[in-house]
Nanobody
Framework: QVQLVESGGGLVQAGETLRLSCVASGRTFRSYVMGWFRQAPGKEREFVAAISWSGARTYYVDSVKGRFTISRDNAKNTVYLQMNSLKPEDTAVYYC??????????????????WGKGTQVTVSS
């Protein structure tokens, strides 16, 4: 079993920054593809970013490109989401997820095996 615990959410004003963290249990964390998703009230959970096991490859949804950066520290079993220039439309619960089966990064929600409980991000205008 893998447990994922997110932290770092909060209430900020538009234009400000937040850094989310997700700590994973499990000795094989370094082999997981990791992703961040978000879900706004009344909307489906959507892909935000993903990172390969080595951190060499990343992938973002168009709406966050140039503002968000995903990274990982395998020694700390942690994946991060640095969020700059936040906008009110970024308001959502943010979830991290782990894909244990695939080596290529992707945005397919149904193929991520483990999920955290989420952390709330609220951006006021």
């Amino acid at each position: 079993q893998v447990q994922l615990v997110e932290s770092g959410g909060g209430l900020v004003q538009a234009g400000e920054t937040l850094r989310l963290s997700c700590v994973a249990s499990g000795r094989t964390f370094r082999s997981y593809v990791m992703g961040w998703f978000r879900q706004a009230p009344g909307k489906e959970r959507e892909f935000v970013a993903a990172i390969s096991w080595s951190g060499a490859r990343t992938y973002y949804v168009d709406s966050v490109k140039g503002r968000f950066t995903i990274s990982r520290d395998n020694a700390k079993n942690t994946v991060y989401l640095q969020m700059n220039s936040l906008k009110p439309e970024d308001t959502a619960v943010y979830y991290c997820a782990a894909d244990m089966a695939r080596s290529t990064i992707h945005s397919r929600r149904e193929e991520y095996d483990y999920w955290g409980k989420g952390t709330q991000v609220t951006v006021s205008s």
